[in-house]
């Protein structure tokens, strides 16, 4: 059960556990951001089809041997997770170019990286979450030079497993975000969500966006998409 509302980001609630001090209820939203906040909308259900994604790739994750903050879902909207504190770093992978590193360094869109690229990007809204580079991360965070050598090699393990597990359902994994977090114990452990609003996912039939971009891009309904992705993942269970 939820107990005090501790942060409210763009995406999610999250509360203190009411039955134990080391777990934290994660409550996702119904609204939408894109391009740090500048652009916003709320759509009805997208809560729940992000929490029931993200509970499917936590689960995967975990079968793999990928431990994470992830206990178990609790509600159609919600997740029990293991309280961490988060490094402020967003690390994301790309298989493929798309999004910010087309417009940054003019590399054409679908040019696929081998390879894969691995980028950090320093956690802060009042600077626009700039990119930086190992020892910007070093300077900038609590993490040693072992740890972040880890949270790298932990994203490119998670993107081996994301990768079969999209394919197994028609869809390419074209690039995501991951977060960390550093739990009771000081280890670091992979948190936050990985749902379609973190995610790029490309119809391997015919190359459609089934993501986030599609309300970044205005190019139809979001819920749409979301629906057809959880339909897709439960068909293949
Ligand atoms: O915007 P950009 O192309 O750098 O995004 C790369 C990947 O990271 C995309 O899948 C995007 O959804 C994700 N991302 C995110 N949160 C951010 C920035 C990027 O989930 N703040």
């Not at 939408?32 to 709320?42: C, D, H, L, W």
């Not at 798309?98 to 690229?117: D, N």
């Not at 910007?136 to 050598?149: C, I, R, S």
Request: charged share 30%.
């Amino acid at each position: 059960m939820r107990g005090k509302l501790l942060y409210e980001g763009k995406a999610k609630q999250v509360f203190q556990s009411a039955e134990n001090e080391q777990e934290l209820v994660l409550s996702y939203k119904n609204d939408a951001t894109a391009f740090n906040g500048k652009k916003k909308a709320s759509f009805e259900g997208k809560g729940r089809y992000n929490n029931l994604i993200s509970t499917h790739i936590f689960e995967y994750l975990q079968e793999q041997g990928i431990s994470s903050h992830f206990i178990k879902p609790l509600s159609e909207t919600e997740q029990l997770v293991k309280k961490t504190t988060i490094v402020p770093l967003e690390v994301v992978v790309r298989n493929v170019a798309a999004g910010s590193i087309t417009r940054r360094l003019g590399i054409p869109e679908k040019t696929v990286f081998q390879p894969v690229l691995t980028e950090l990007y320093y956690k802060d809204d009042s600077l626009d979450d700039p990119i930086i580079n190992d020892a910007h991360a070093l300077l900038l965070t609590d993490v040693n030079e072992e740890e972040l050598a880890f949270i790298k090699q932990a994203a490119l393990e998670v993107n081996q497993h994301l990768q079969t597990f999209f394919d197994r359902v028609g869809l390419q994994l074209v690039d995501f975000k991951l977060e960390f977090g550093r739990d009771q114990d000081g280890s670091i452990l992979l948190s936050d969500e990985i749902s379609p609003d973190t995610c790029r996912l490309w119809d391997k039939e015919n190359g459609g966006k089934m993501d986030k971009d599609v309300f970044r891009e205005d190019l139809g309904s979001l819920i749409d998409v979301y629906d057809a992705i959880l339909n897709r993942l439960e068909a293949a269970k």
